[in-house]
Structure formats: C-alpha cells, structure tokens
C-alpha cells in the first residue's frame, strides 16, 4: 500500500525559508518520480515541482530560482526547499509519486500526502 507523509510545512516571514520533505512507502521516488503541488481554498491545485526517475526537474515559473526540489534514494525521500518566500506562496502543500514507472516526464498519480500547510506572512 502506498502511503506519502509530509512535514516541514509552518508559518514563517516573507524572505524566510521553510524545507518540506515526503517520505514514501510501498512506492520507490527513484522509480516513478516525484513532486509538489499546492493549493489555496477555491483554486485548483497547481503543480510547483517535479522531479522523474532519471532526475529530470521541472519547476512553476513562479518559484523557479526560489525553490529546490531534490530527492534522497536512501531514504526514499523527496524534499521541497523553498526560500524567499512570498505571500503568495501560502498554500497547503502536497507530495505526489509518479504514475508511470521511468520516463523523462512526470505525470501525477492519484497518490497524495495528507498536506502539510504553509503560511507565509508578516
């Protein structure tokens, strides 16, 4: 069974810095890819970052210079490291493993973290 936990989400100052992280189980980040999405009450949730199997990344225009996504084979881990932030990057924060195994694109799947909600204001 495919289980995603998140953390690192929190309230933090515009300009601050926040790391999340989603630890999977019963899936390999390595295999399938991984990635980021995000979502503020009323909108539709938007994709902020992706990483595929062979490590090819894609970022949201948005936070492209701003945001790290990485991932950790060891600990079956992937990370979101998220600096200068803005308010407009308040959202809850969700991990996603990837649909298909390999490939050198993402495509989400229908496995999500709970969320994890950050804040991002003075």
């Known amino acids: 069974q495919v289980q995603l936990v998140e953390s690192g989400g929190g309230l933090v100052q515009p300009g601050g810095s926040l790391r999340l992280s989603c630890t999977a189980s019963?899936?390999?980040?390595?295999?399938?890819?991984g990635a980021w999405y995000r979502q503020v009450p009323g909108k539709q949730r938007e994709l902020v970052a992706s990483?595929?199997?062979?490590?090819?990344?894609n970022y949201k225009d948005s936070v492209e210079g701003r945001f790290t996504i990485s991932r950790d084979n060891t600990k079956n881990t992937v990370y979101l490291q998220m600096n200068n932030l803005k308010p407009e990057d308040t959202a809850v924060y969700y991990c996603?493993?990837?649909?298909?195994?390999?490939?050198?694109?993402?495509?989400?799947?229908?496995?999500w973290g709970q969320g994890t909600q950050v804040t991002v204001s003075s």
């Open positions: 996603n493993k990837g649909q298909y195994l390999g490939g050198g694109s993402y495509y989400a799947s229908d496995y």
């Open positions: 019963g899936t390999r980040f390595n295999m399938y890819g």
């Open positions: 990483i595929t199997s062979d490590g090819s990344i």
